[in-house]
């Protein structure tokens, strides 16, 4: 069964950096897309960033191009979403998320599977 386990939310300032990070679990992670997906208080969860099963397609939200860095590291099954220039707008739960096909997807249904979320809060 396969596993993710988000950490690194906390409360920042704006124009602060931040570090997600999501451990996996299952050999899903090294073949897998991974993908990092946000939901604010009554918005729809949506897609902020995505990384393909070798590493090598990066794909990100608009909002996020330029200040949000995703990267994985198969070694330990883990993937990371390295956030700078924080805005209050980025203020949401943000997920996790795995898919056994090795490409990156930008929409949340090829998922397979989810994390629990960590709160990300960005104070002005």
């Known amino acids: 069964q396969v596993q993710l386990v988000e950490s690194g939310g906390g409360l920042v300032q704006a124009g602060d950096s931040l570090r997600l990070s999501c451990a996996a679990s299952?050999?899903?992670?090294?073949?897998?897309?991974m993908g990092w997906f946000r939901q604010a208080p009554g918005n729809d969860r949506q897609f902020v960033a995505a990384?393909?099963?070798?590493?090598?397609?990066?794909k990100y939200a608009d909002s996020v191009k330029g200040r949000f860095t995703i990267s994985r590291d198969n070694a330990l099954n883990t993937v990371y979403l390295q956030m700078s220039s924080l805005k209050p707008e980025d203020t949401a739960v943000y997920y996790c998320?795995?898919?056994?096909?090795?490409?990156?997807?930008?929409?949340?249904?090829?998922?397979?599977?989810w994390g629990q979320g960590t709160q990300v809060t960005v104070s002005s």
């Open positions: 990384i393909s099963g070798t590493g090598g397609v990066l």
């Open positions: 998320a795995g898919r056994q096909g090795d490409v990156a997807m930008t929409t949340q249904r090829p998922y397979d599977y």
């Open positions: 299952g050999r899903i992670f090294s073949s897998g897309a």
